[in-house]
T-cell receptor, first 114, second 110 residues
Framework: SAVISQKPSRDICQRGTSLTIQCQVDSQVTMMFWYRQQPGQSLTLIATANQGSEATYESGFVIDKFPISRPNLTFSTLTVSNMSPEDSSIYLC???????????FGSGTQLSVL | GIQVEQSPPDLILQEGANSTLRCNFSDSVNNLQWFHQNPWGQLINLFYIPSGTKQNGRLSATTVATERYSLLYISSSQTTDSGVYFCAVVTQGGSEKLVFGKGTKLTVNP
């Protein structure tokens, strides 16, 4: 398994501001992913955070809105930029070790935008 | 893309009852996982089960890959089993990303 620390656990933000979410893993991992879970919905993949290169974004998500950093094999950040109330969601970091492996999740960041 | 359908969408049980949750998928997969999201939002990986049967305590899962479905069995349910159960898959020959179903919301009453 993997121990994943995600912070902040929750935040309330004003429209137009940005929030950076941090994800720290207790061991080196190949794959790190960022998911969004809108209220009452399932999980949607935002992007795959690649170490040493730009993140790979899914359809409907762009780097200007959700910039991602992955400076090493144990850490990543997701920024939610220029927030609006529609960005109110749970944001989750997850890790796998490549190939067909179990995926593990951080405890999530509950974001509310006023 | 692959479609992942879970049923039932909602399930209410009395403590001690058994239940079966189903996950149908529309394409061949080489990775299938079941997750439990507790009422506080934490996602726990229950099973990695692209095929075959696994058991862990009161929970067990079976995937019949040739027929494109998986089942999650919960026996002697407890109130702590409440939450949402998600099935997620990775398609064969596709990207490695997990595609999630919409989940089954389980409520276990005392």
């Amino acid at each position: 398994s993997a121990v994943i620390s995600q912070k902040p656990s929750r935040d309330i933000c004003q429209r137009g501001t940005s929030l950076t979410i941090q994800c720290q893993v207790d061991s080196q991992v190949t794959m790190m992913f960022w998911y969004r879970q809108q209220p009452g919905q399932s999980l949607t993949l935002i992007a795959t955070a690649n170490q040493g290169s730009e993140a790979t974004y899914e359809s409907g998500f762009v780097i200007d809105k959700f910039p991602i950093s992955r400076p090493n094999l144990t850490f990543s950040t997701l920024t939610v930029s220029n927030m609006s109330p529609e960005d109110s969601s749970i944001y989750l970091c997850s890790v796998g070790r490549g190939g067909n492996e179990k995926l593990f999740f951080g405890s999530g960041t509950q974001l509310s935008v006023l | 893309g692959i479609q992942v359908e879970q049923s039932p969408p909602d399930l209410i049980l009395q403590e001690g009852a058994n239940s079966t949750l189903r996950c149908n998928f529309s394409d061949s997969v080489n990775n299938l996982q079941w997750f439990h999201q507790n009422p506080w939002g934490q996602l726990i990986n229950l099973f990695y089960i692209p095929s075959g049967t696994k058991q862990n305590g009161r929970l067990s899962a079976t995937t019949v890959a040739t027929e494109r479905y998986s089942l999650l069995y919960i026996s002697s349910s407890q109130t702590t089993d409440s939450g949402v159960y998600f099935c997620a898959v990775v398609t064969q020959g596709g990207s490695e990303k997990l595609v999630f179903g919409k989940g089954t919301k389980l409520t276990v009453n005392p």
